[in-house]
C-alpha cells in the first residue's frame, strides 16, 4: 500500500486535461485582465518602433548652401571647358573639313566636253570643301564649293547641260536681274536664287557657268573673276 500524499502538492503531469491549453513548466495562468504572452528581453522591436536619424544629419544635408552648390557646379563644368577649348584650339573643331579640287579639275578636263576653267588667286582663306565631276544622260558638270572668308558658301558649276534646263535646277525660281559689269570682257549676269542665294551666270554656246551662294556679292564676284 502507498503511503498517502499530501492533499496541496502540484501534480508532477503537466499534460492538462482534454480541451485545456498547455501550461509551461513554473508558468502559470496570467491573472485576469493581463495579456497572456510578454515579449522577452531581447526580442526585435515592432517595425513601427524604428528609431528616427540622428537630427544632426538631416540639418547638414537641409544647410548646404548656394555657394557650395555653385562650387560643386564649377568643378563639373572646367574640365568640360578645357576640352572644349583642346578641341576647338588644337583639333580645329570648327573648321571645316577641305578638300584638293585638283582630281575633279583633271578630270573635267580629262573628259573634253567644255572648256573647264579653275579658280585661280582666291588665297588660303578660301577652303574647298566639296569637289566632283559627273557626268549624266543630259550632260556633264564640274561643282567645286567653297566657304569663303566670312564663312558663307559658294559654288562654282560649270556644265553642258542646257541652261534651260540647268538653271531651274540649280536657282530654283531664279530670275535675271541684270548685267553684272565684271572686268574681263565677258557678259555674266546676275540672277536671284533660292532663299537668300544670289547668283552669276556666264551663258556661252557649249557650257553654263554658275557661281551661286549665301556669300556677299563682292565675294560672288571674286569667285567669278577669278577663273582662268
Do not use: C
Amino acid at each position: 500500500m502507498e503511503a498517502a500524499q499530501p492533499a496541496d502538492r502540484a501534480p508532477t503531469d503537466a499534460t492538462p486535461p482534454d480541451g485545456q491549453p498547455p501550461v509551461r513548466p513554473g508558468g502559470g495562468t496570467p491573472p485576469e485582465g493581463q495579456p497572456a504572452l510578454v515579449a522577452e528581453q531581447g526580442e526585435p522591436a515592432a517595425a513601427g518602433d524604428t528609431p528616427a536619424p540622428p537630427a544632426g544629419k538631416e540639418k547638414a544635408r537641409s544647410e548646404r548652401s548656394p555657394k557650395d552648390m555653385a562650387l560643386s557646379l564649377l568643378i563639373l563644368l572646367v574640365p568640360i571647358a578645357l576640352l572644349l577649348a583642346f578641341y576647338r584650339g588644337f583639333l580645329g573643331g570648327d573648321s571645316p573639313v577641305t578638300v584638293d579640287p585638283a582630281p575633279a579639275l583633271e578630270q573635267a578636263r580629262s573628259a573634253n566636253v567644255f572648256p573647264v576653267s579653275a579658280p585661280s588667286g582666291l588665297g588660303d582663306d578660301w577652303r574647298p570643301v566639296n569637289a566632283r565631276f559627273r557626268t549624266e544622260a543630259d550632260g556633264s558638270t564640274l561643282r567645286i564649293g567653297y566657304v569663303t572668308p566670312e564663312g558663307r558658301g559658294a559654288q562654282l558649276v560649270e556644265s553642258n547641260v542646257p541652261a534651260e534646263k540647268l538653271l531651274p535646277a540649280e536657282l530654283s525660281e531664279g530670275r535675271p536681274q541684270g548685267a553684272a559689269d565684271l572686268p574681263g570682257g565677258l557678259s555674266w549676269q546676275r540672277y536671284t536664287a533660292r532663299g537668300n542665294e544670289q547668283a552669276l551666270v556666264l551663258l556661252e554656246p557649249n557650257r553654263t557657268v554658275i557661281v551661286v551662294g549665301d556669300a556677299g556679292e563682292t565675294e560672288l564676284r571674286k569667285l567669278a573673276t577669278s577663273l582662268r
